[in-house]
């Protein structure tokens, strides 16, 4: 069984930086994409950053510049760079993978990280 372990999050103040980390432990049979997401009780789940299988990033449009997503595949990681932090970027992160199910089908199970608190004061 498959689990996504977060760290990293923590309380800075506007302008700092922080970097998350995920970690997928369990029978991995490879991993196809990663995302980063984050909630408010204010605003619903929505993506910031993500990487596909072949490291192509994308990113929101409000992280654009400041947000660095990447992963390694060797040890089944992914992080989030996070500069020039707003107090807008407040909220819980989210890491997510989808992950191959056997090593011989094309089925993909969808996996998230427990959440990590960022709190950026003004």
């Known amino acids: 069984q498959v689990q996504l372990v977060e760290s990293g999050g923590g309380l800075v103040q506007a302008g700092g930086s922080l970097r998350l980390s995920c970690a997928a432990s369990?029978?991995?049979?490879?991993?196809?994409?990663w995302g980063w997401y984050r909630q408010t009780p204010e605003k619903s789940r929505a993506l910031v950053a993500a990487i596909s299988s072949g490291g192509t990033p994308n990113y929101a449009g409000h992280v654009k510049g400041r947000f660095t997503i990447s992963r390694d595949n060797t040890a089944n990681t992914a992080s989030l760079q996070m500069n020039s932090l707003e107090p807008e970027d407040t909220a819980v992160y989210y890491c997510?993978?989808?992950?191959?199910?056997?090593?011989?089908?094309?089925?993909?199970?969808?996996?998230w990280g427990q959440g990590t608190q960022v709190t950026v004061s003004s």
């Open positions: 997510h993978a989808r992950i191959r199910r056997d090593g011989v089908s094309d089925n993909y199970d969808d996996y």
């Open positions: 369990g029978i991995i049979f490879g991993i196809n994409s």
